[in-house]
């Protein structure tokens, strides 16, 4: 194959999901009346803000040849904490903090803290006593939302100051603050996999650990690294819940582990490490979230969306096996 044509058939297996995106959009907007319409599409961004963030911790602890399931009680987590801590309803402790501005910056430090303990507890088990991953997260999964319920008693938290949902109200240049927190992170862990050291070994280890350490790289380093970051990634996704909800509740985000698991199988990125790539990520993030948002739109019943999302799952696998055999056998 020429290498012109072969570097445009690189292109289209990459960026396959950009275009299943494209499609779908492009269908809804044909046969669904309202559909084609700003307010959509910035719904759209805003409600993959919580899914997409958490994903990027996921794809991360993947690509590295780990998983981390904990995500999602994670997020939870770090919700309860600041809004038992600072909320007035419920069973909310109302600390007041003065001047006001403070509950910004410290109920953001103490959400990215609690992510960072339970990441650093799962990286710990793995790394240095070598425990399966999927046992540890799972676990972790497990007692984190336990702690969920014990900590509020299973009551609803409400009542957060009003600069603490700063993020889920205001809007720059028309767009929700929290889609711009979506973007953002994106872009900055985009460039940290594709530019730094960093990212690069982190996807050498997934591909080959073995390899990897005996070209004299820190290893159990980078991924301990990872889990962290993934748990401060779902702690800074349970703060920007917190704010978007002005509390939280103990069964606050169930089901968001699977939506992100799907948009992360659905970007292309390997369960079996050493590959993937955040722009397919979030390619995949905002399908699940405009197919979501048509069924809503549609006023169908919420299973179906269910339904989809488990059949894209299958055929996000199966379009993975066939890139594989093209670039095989063809490329």
Same mark, same amino acid.
């Given at each position: 194959?020429?290498?012109?044509?072969?570097?445009?058939?690189?292109?289209?297996?990459?960026?396959?999901?950009?275009?299943?995106?494209?499609?779908?959009?492009?269908?809804?907007?044909?046969?669904?009346?309202?559909?084609?319409?700003?307010?959509?599409?910035?719904?759209?961004?805003?409600?993959?803000?919580?899914?997409?963030?958490?994903?990027?911790?996921?794809?991360?602890?993947?690509?590295?040849?780990?998983?981390?399931?904990?995500?999602?009680?994670?997020?939870?987590?770090?919700?309860?904490?600041?809004?038992?801590?600072?909320?007035?309803?419920?069973?909310?402790?109302?600390?007041?903090?003065?001047?006001?501005?403070?509950?910004?910056?410290?109920?953001?430090?103490?959400?990215?803290?609690?992510?960072?303990?339970?990441?650093?507890? +799962?990286? @710990?088990?793995?790394? !240095?006593? /070598? =425990?399966?991953?999927?046992?540890?997260?799972? &676990? $972790?999964? *497990?007692?984190?939302?336990?702690?969920?319920?014990?900590?509020?008693?299973?009551?609803?938290?409400?009542?957060?100051?009003?600069?603490?949902?700063?993020?889920?109200?205001?809007?720059?240049?028309?767009?929700?603050?929290?889609?711009?927190?979506?973007?953002?992170?994106?872009?900055?862990?985009?460039?940290?996999?594709?530019?730094?050291?960093?990212?690069?070994?982190?996807?050498?280890?997934?591909? +080959?650990? @073995?390899?990897?350490? !005996?070209? /004299? =790289?820190?290893?159990?380093?980078?991924?301990? &690294? $990872?889990? *962290?970051?993934?748990?401060?990634?779902?702690?800074?996704?349970?703060?920007?819940?917190?704010?978007?909800?002005?509390?939280?509740?103990?069964?606050?985000?169930?089901?968001?582990?699977?939506?992100?698991?799907?948009?992360?199988?659905?970007?292309?990125?390997?369960?079996?490490?050493?590959?993937?790539?955040?722009?397919?990520?979030?390619?995949?993030?905002?399908?699940?979230?405009?197919?979501?948002?048509?069924?809503?739109?549609?006023?169908?019943?919420?299973?179906?969306?269910?339904?989809?999302?488990?059949?894209?799952?299958?055929?996000?696998?199966?379009?993975?096996?066939?890139?594989?055999?093209?670039?095989?056998?063809?490329?």
């Amino acid at each position: 194959m020429p290498p012109r044509r072969r570097a445009a058939f690189e292109f289209v297996l990459d960026n396959l999901v950009w275009f299943v995106l494209a499609i779908v959009l492009a269908v809804f907007s044909l046969t669904i009346p309202d559909f084609l319409q700003i307010g959509i599409f910035l719904n759209i961004l805003q409600n993959s803000t919580f899914i997409g963030i958490i994903a990027v911790g996921l794809s991360l602890t993947l690509i590295a040849g780990h998983m981390d399931l904990s995500i999602e009680s994670v997020m939870a987590l770090a919700a309860m904490v600041i809004a038992l801590m600072f909320g007035t309803g419920g069973a909310g402790g109302g600390i007041v903090l003065e001047p006001g501005w403070l509950y910004f910056p410290v109920s953001l430090l103490i959400a990215l803290a609690v992510g960072a303990i339970v990441g650093t507890v +799962n990286g @710990t088990l793995v790394v !240095r006593l /070598g =425990i399966n991953a999927f046992i540890v997260t799972l &676990a $972790s999964y *497990i007692w984190a939302r336990g702690l969920v319920v014990a900590l509020s008693g299973g009551r609803s938290v409400y009542g957060l100051p009003d600069a603490m949902r700063v993020m889920a109200v205001d809007q720059i240049l028309g767009i929700p603050l929290l889609a711009w927190m979506l973007i953002l992170v994106y872009i900055v862990f985009a460039f940290i996999l594709a530019k730094t050291p960093f990212g690069r070994h982190l996807t050498m280890i997934g591909g +080959n650990e @073995t390899a990897t350490y !005996r070209a /004299g =790289i820190r290893v159990g380093a980078i991924v301990m &690294a $990872s889990f *962290i970051l993934s748990g401060m990634l779902a702690g800074f996704a349970g703060w920007l819940l917190a704010s978007r909800t002005a509390g939280a509740t103990a069964n606050l985000g169930i089901g968001m582990l699977f939506q992100a698991f799907a948009a992360v199988v659905i970007g292309g990125v390997s369960l079996k490490g050493g590959s993937g790539r955040l722009s397919g990520v979030f390619a995949g993030v905002l399908l699940l979230s405009s197919i979501q948002t048509a069924i809503n739109v549609m006023g169908m019943p919420p299973h179906y969306t269910q339904m989809i999302q488990g059949g894209l799952v299958l055929a996000a696998v199966l379009l993975d096996t066939m890139k594989n055999t093209v670039r095989r056998y063809y490329l």
